[in-house]
């Protein structure tokens, strides 16, 4: 081993330590909270985009129609259209209780919970429109989650925060995505698809 291999490693531990103070931002509990939003803003992205098709392929649905369940996207394309509603609208109930961004993020969450289960509750072999009513009806509600939760990271975090509060919303968006990927296809091993 040189002595130029062996500096490289001492040199990076102690700018690691010079730096340290720089990922205390991380352990602020607002920005471990974006962390778990974030998750849930990817859960059901990937639960419509490949979950959904592995279920239909298992179910016996053709390719081709199972292209066509594609367009139970679109609302992640449109969510600008609804955007600015969302942004003004107080809930009456929700707002005055928990503030406009928070009363929002639990509607929209509590309308996602629904809609996952009713979608799981379909039977795309037997009743094909349902399936896909149900798979736009958790895209529509998952997008208007991450309408919230853009506006919601924004305000709760203090300017120094919005990029480590942008990094854990991916790190758990991405999460959330594998986790509804893989975690999805080996729960539907064990249980079946409507548990998964």
């Known amino acids: 081993m040189s002595i130029a291999s ?7 531990l102690d700018r690691l330590r010079a730096h340290s103070g720089a990922f205390e931002v991380y352990l602020d509990r607002r920005v471990i909270g974006i962390l778990f939003l974030g998750f849930s803003s990817g859960l059901p992205i990937m639960l419509v985009l490949r979950t959904l098709s592995a279920w239909l ?21 449109f969510k600008f259209a609804w955007a600015p509603l969302m942004d003004r609208l107080p809930l009456p109930v929700l707002t005055r209780v928990f ?7 639990l509607l929209t969450q509590a309308c996602l919970i629904a ?10 072999g037997r009743d094909l ?16 989650q991450d309408i919230v ?16 509060g942008s990094a854990n919303v991916v790190t758990g968006y ?21 548990m998964a």
């Not at 503030?99 to 993020?105: F, K, L, N, Q, Y």
């Not at 809609?115 to 795309?124: E, F, S």
């Not at 399936?131 to 208007?144: E, P």
């Not at 939760?149 to 480590?164: P, V």
């Open 99 to 105: 503030g406009r961004r928070r009363g929002w993020v």
């Open 129 to 144: 429109y349902w399936t896909a009513l149900m798979a736009l009806v958790v895209s529509f509600c998952s997008a208007s």
């Open 174 to 194: 991405r999460i959330g995505m594998w986790v509804a990927g893989a975690g999805a296809l080996w729960a539907a091993d064990l249980f079946g698809w409507s």
């Open 149 to 164: 939760i853009d506006a919601y990271r924004i305000e709760l975090l203090e300017k120094h925060q919005l990029g480590a």
């Open 57 to 77: 392929e298992d179910s016996g649905v053709d390719k081709a129609t199972i292209g066509l369940f594609a367009f139970t996207f679109a609302p992640y394309t």
């Open 6 to 12: 062996s500096a490289a490693p001492r040199a990076w």
């Open 115 to 124: 809609a996952i289960w009713g979608l799981g509750q379909t039977d795309p």
